[in-house]
Nanobody, 115 residues
Framework: QVQLVESGGGLVQAGGSLRLSCAASGRIFSDDDMAWYRQAPGKQRELVARVTGGGATIYVASVKGRFTVSRDDAKKMLYLQMNSLKSEDTAVYYC?????????WGQGTQVTVSS
């Protein structure tokens, strides 16, 4: 089993920055894919950024150039550096891990960007 706990959300003005953290525990391995998703009110949950076990990263088009995903496998941490935040980035952000056929979710952290 894998447990994921997010932190770092909050209220920020448009143009500001936040850094989200996800602490993983349990049987998480460096070759497991990890990702950040978000869900805005009334919308479906969407992938924001993913980092594979090999270190490859992908981003949804709307955050490219503004967000950076990274991981520290020694500390079992996943990060999302968010810069130049926009009101449309307001959402609950979830940490996600995929391990073979299993997937795990954190409880989410709220990010609110005021315009």
């Amino acid at each position: 089993q894998v447990q994921l706990v997010e932190s770092g959300g909050g209220l920020v003005q448009a143009g500001g920055s936040l850094r989200l953290s996800c602490a993983a525990s349990g049987r998480i391995f460096s070759d497991d894919d990890m990702a950040w998703y978000r869900q805005a009110p009334g919308k479906q949950r969407e992938l924001v950024a993913r980092v594979t076990g090999g270190g490859a990263t992908i981003y949804v088009a709307s955050v490219k150039g503004r967000f950076t995903v990274s991981r520290d496998d020694a500390k079992k941490m996943l990060y999302l550096q968010m810069n130049s935040l926009k009101s449309e980035d307001t959402a609950v952000y979830y940490c996600h891990a995929r391990q073979d056929a299993s997937e795990f979710w954190g409880q989410g952290t709220q990010v609110t960007v005021s315009s």
